[in-house]
């Protein structure tokens, strides 16, 4: 089946430290591959996705590489802000004939102190 | 840029009560997803809907109903209601056919409290 699996959290760390968030993947096929985030008491929203192997998916200062060998799509910052704290889900949809739903891991919380 | 709307944000019912969601996806998306997020918990899909038919089926209990309509908005519909239904239920869109490789925008969910 399709899975998800992150890294447990909170994960706390001092504005300006370097930031990863371990993701892996089980999939038939080649899967899209997303990472959404969760502010406290809001919907998620989108922050950067990669759609084949090697694609790097970029956005606000986070990265995050599709790599098909290690099955993995780890999440990563050189700076963060006190402004990141939030839930980060990692999440993919698999490739295939019909409509293909999201598949999210169970989240990693992320608290940045000043 | 317009974003997928959801009413009403906040929701309070009683048990064996109903509920309905509305979704208004982003204008032009086609194609629109429900999911359920419980308490401390990654969202789960319940079902979608392209061009007002349904498209995929998750684990959406028995006592819960869906559609599209023709001006694309969705809505879910509770009945019976219980405790364990207590949720923030997102509602996603996208456009085109629910490929993987399409992007999926979210509401800002309606929190369900069942007392």
């Known amino acids: 089946g399709n899975s998800v699996t992150q890294m447990e959290g909170p994960v706390t760390l001092s504005e300006e430290a370097f930031l990863t968030i371990n993701c892996t993947y089980t999939?038939?096929?080649?899967?899209?591959l997303f990472w959404y985030v969760q502010y406290p008491g809001e919907g998620l929203q989108l922050l950067l996705k990669?759609?084949?192997?090697?694609d790097k998916g970029s956005n606000k200062g986070f990265e995050a590489t599709y790599r098909k060998e290690t099955t993995s799509f780890h999440l990563e910052k050189g700076s963060v802000q006190v402004s990141d704290s939030a839930v980060y889900f990692c999440?993919?949809?698999?490739?295939?004939?019909?409509?293909?739903?999201?598949?999210f891991g169970t989240g990693t919380r992320l608290l940045v102190s000043p | 840029a317009a974003g997928v709307i959801q009413s009403p944000r906040h929701l309070i019912k009683e048990k064996r009560e109903t509920a309905t969601l509305k979704c208004y996806p982003i204008?032009?998306?086609?194609?629109v997803y429900w999911y359920q997020q419980g308490p401390g918990q990654d969202p789960q899909f319940l079902i979608s809907?392209?061009?007002?038919?349904?498209?995929d089926k998750g684990s959406i209990p028995d006592r819960f109903s869906a559609q599209q309509f023709s001006d694309y908005h969705s809505e879910l519909n509770m009945s019976s209601l219980e405790l364990g239904d207590s949720a923030l239920y997102f509602c996603?869109?996208?456009?085109?056919?629910?490929?993987?490789?399409?992007?999926?925008?979210f509401g800002p969910g309606t929190r369900l409290t069942v007392l």
């Open positions: 204008p032009r998306h086609d194609t």
């Open positions: 990669a759609t084949k192997a090697d």
């Open positions: 809907f392209y061009e007002k038919m349904q498209s």
């Open positions: 996603a869109s996208s456009i085109g056919a629910g490929a993987s490789t399409d992007t999926q925008y």
């Open positions: 999440a993919l949809t698999p490739r295939g004939t019909g409509f293909q739903k999201l598949v």
């Open positions: 999939a038939t096929g080649y899967p899209s």
